[in-house]
Every structure is written in structure tokens, then in C-alpha cells.
């Protein structure tokens, strides 16, 4: 394919998480491969008011093998005009938005427009159409977005349809999220243990990322408390920064009498601490209320990694039942069942194969080759 020349229009460092890891890693790979990418970020991403966590930023250091600009203003209407007028003039073949919630449309919206008058294909990668958390700007707000757009990638079947309903003269593609794999490699379960200070002599299960409702984090200490902790030397790690309230996760953790179980590792992982996390676990768990795609799945697809994960969005997807792990109902009975049923059964080695196997589907090289297409 000729050299083509890409933006991609999304958080990226220094601002951090998932949306920021995948937008650099989507760049590396575009690179990779022969073209010229780019990425333009935000200079404010929210306000600090809006924020829910303790900061935005990152405290890795900065990548050097891909051009950031951070310009982006999303509340300042002038920044709109004066981003889509500059990077007009580059002359790009392909714009790639990053859409995950209504707040941007209006940013995204508004830079778009311009970047397509400069005779670039503008698509968007749609995390999440209908948001998780509802406002009641988000059918206007996102219609503006969707309407500057003229194709779509998603990464889950919901997503895809519900593109597909609001859009329905434009292209929709659907591609799983492709795997995780630039938070160093997997440790054994024993070295990962004590570099985290970890009891060599537990055993771990792994619930990862940012805490919030849809999460489905309450259920989950609801389902742990219900398994026989003391008969498989169980313990449930939580590694993530609260993204709301945690005082009714504490309470609700010294309620169900389970705090000697629990590890609270409540603030933001950095990246050069994930592998470790994730090689402690035995499995991954994800209990989620809702759901479209996850990017904790494609981490743990990277350290084969087995999981459970609840029967929402596009998590069952992802995860094969009875291959790589166990897809449950919203049910606390079920999930401690699952649970009980794999250290009983020994699943880990079954499961770890069936993942290393399944991951082979996960490539951002199909990626780029559906992100063309569209």
C-alpha cells in the first residue's frame, strides 16, 4: 500500500489510561508498517472540576518514538476553529477520531468538519455511542459528532449496531480491540508476587483499572465473600484509582467481614507496574453492570491470563466460555461458583491455553487493514 499519511485525534501523553495507551500504540503501528502518524491530544483534556480522579497526567516518561502535539482546548470554541484550521494545512490522507463520550463531540465535531473540507477521510473509532453514564446534552451532542464522520470502526457487536441505527448510509466496521502488548513481559506468578509484597502462599484473583458503577465492583465483593476463601488460600487484589466515592466499597468490604482478602491497591498503575499485576493473578475478573469493549481483557489476553467476565456488552465476545475463562450472568451465586470451580477443577492451565491460542485473532496490523477499508 502507498505511504499514507494519518492523524489521529485523541488523549495521548502526557495525559494517561487506556484511551491514551491505545491511541500511541495504534500510532506505533500505523509507523510500523510505512506511514507517516501522528497524533493531536488535548492541552485540556476537562476541566478540573469535572475530573474524577486524583490527576490526568502521567508520570512515565514521555515516548520519543511518536509525534504529540497536546492542543486540543475541549471548552474553548476559538481552540476548535484554530486546531482544525492548523492541522488543515498538514494535508493528511486519513483523520481518525477517538470518540468515547458526548462531553468531546462538540470539539470533535467541530475539528472534523474542518479537517474533511482539507480532503481527508475523517472516521472515527467508537468506543461508546450510548455512554455508560447518561447526560442530558448526549443524543445532540453525539449526533453532531457522528454526522462529521464519514465512516466507523467498533470494537464491540452493541457499539457496531447502535453506529449502525444512527448512521445507517455510512460504513460501520467492527474489529475486536486488538491485544495489549506494551507493558513489558509476562513474570512468573512467584517473582510478580513478591515484587508487589504479595503472600507467595495465596493465591490471586485480579480485578483491574479504573473504579467506577458500571464496573460492577460491588458485585464482585458481593460474589468473593461467597467462595470459600480459606479452603483455596484466596485473595482478591483491586488495582486501580477510584473514579467516584470509595467510602461505600470500604464499607461494604468491613460489612461482608472479607478485609483480610481484600488488597486495596487503590491508586493509578503506572504502566511499568502492570505486568506485574497481571502475572500475580491466577485469573481476571470483570464483573461489569454494562459494557462495550475492554481494554483489561486485551491485557490479560497479552499475559494468558484467564478470566470471568459477566454476559454484557461485548465482554462474551471476547472471552470464549469454557476456553479462556467463564462468561456469567449478574449473579453473585453464579460468580462464586465460577470461581470455586476453577482453582476445584484446576483450570488454569486449560484456560492459559485456550487464551494463548484465542490471542492470535487480536492484531493491530487487522486493524489498520479494516481502519483503511472503512
Not at 225 to 235: E, G, I, N, Q, S
Request: glycine fraction near 6%; proline fraction near 5%; charge should be neutral.
Amino acid at each position: 500500500m502507498p505511504k499514507k499519511k494519518i492523524l489521529i485525534v485523541g488523549p495521548a501523553y502526557p495525559l494517561r489510561g487506556g484511551l491514551a495507551t491505545y491511541n500511541e500504540r495504534l500510532c506505533r503501528a500505523f509507523n510500523s508498517l510505512g506511514h507517516d502518524c501522528e497524533i493531536v491530544s488535548f492541552s485540556l483534556q476537562y476541566p478540573s472540576i469535572l475530573f474524577p480522579g486524583k490527576t490526568q497526567y502521567s508520570s512515565d516518561p514521555q515516548p520519543e518514538d511518536i509525534t504529540i502535539y497536546s492542543e486540543i482546548n475541549s471548552i474553548n470554541p476559538l481552540n476548535w476553529l484554530r486546531v482544525g484550521n492548523k492541522f488543515a494545512q498538514k494535508k493528511y490522507d486519513l483523520v481518525i477520531f477517538r470518540y468515547w463520550m458526548s462531553f468531546m463531540a462538540p470539539s470533535f465535531g467541530t475539528i472534523a468538519r474542518i479537517l474533511q473540507k482539507s480532503g481527508a477521510r475523517v472516521i472515527a473509532i467508537t468506543d461508546n455511542i450510548v455512554p455508560h453514564e447518561k447526560r442530558f446534552f448526549d443524543t445532540v451532542f453525539t449526533d453532531y459528532f457522528l454526522n462529521s464522520c464519514q465512516g466507523f470502526l467498533s470494537m464491540s457487536r452493541e457499539v457496531q449496531s447502535q453506529a449502525q441505527a444512527l448512521q445507517p448510509t455510512k460504513k460501520v466496521a467492527y474489529v475486536a480491540h486488538p491485544m495489549y502488548d506494551m507493558f513489558g513481559a509476562s513474570q512468573s506468578r512467584e517473582e510478580a508476587k513478591i515484587s508487589l509484597g504479595l503472600s507467595p502462599e495465596h493465591n490471586y484473583l485480579l480485578f483491574f483499572g479504573f473504579i467506577r458503577k458500571y464496573k460492577g465492583l460491588n458485585l464482585l465483593l458481593e460474589s468473593f465473600a461467597k467462595v470459600d476463601r480459606a479452603k483455596y488460600r484466596l485473595k482478591l487484589i483491586i488495582a486501580g484509582e477510584f473514579y467516584e466515592a470509595s467510602a461505600p466499597y470500604l464499607d461494604q468490604i468491613n460489612e461482608l467481614g472479607i478485609a483480610d482478602d481484600v488488597v486495596l491497591k487503590t491508586d493509578f498503575i503506572p504502566n511499568n507496574e502492570v505486568s506485574a499485576y497481571f502475572s500475580a493473578a491466577d485469573m481476571v475478573v470483570q464483573t461489569y453492570t454494562s459494557a462495550t469493549q475492554s481494554g483489561v481483557t486485551q491485557i490479560a489476553y497479552f499475559y494468558d491470563k484467564p478470566m470471568l467476565v459477566t454476559d454484557v456488552g461485548g465482554l462474551a465476545e471476547l472471552v470464549p466460555a469454557g476456553k479462556v475463562g467463564y462468561v456469567c450472568q449478574q449473579d453473585a451465586v453464579e460468580i462464586a461458583r465460577d470461581i470455586e470451580n476453577f482453582y476445584q477443577e484446576q483450570k488454569y492451565a486449560a484456560f492459559s491455553a485456550g487464551v494463548a491460542q484465542e490471542k492470535e485473532k487480536f492484531t493491530w496490523e487487522y486493524l489498520i487493514e479494516q481502519l483503511f477499508s472503512i
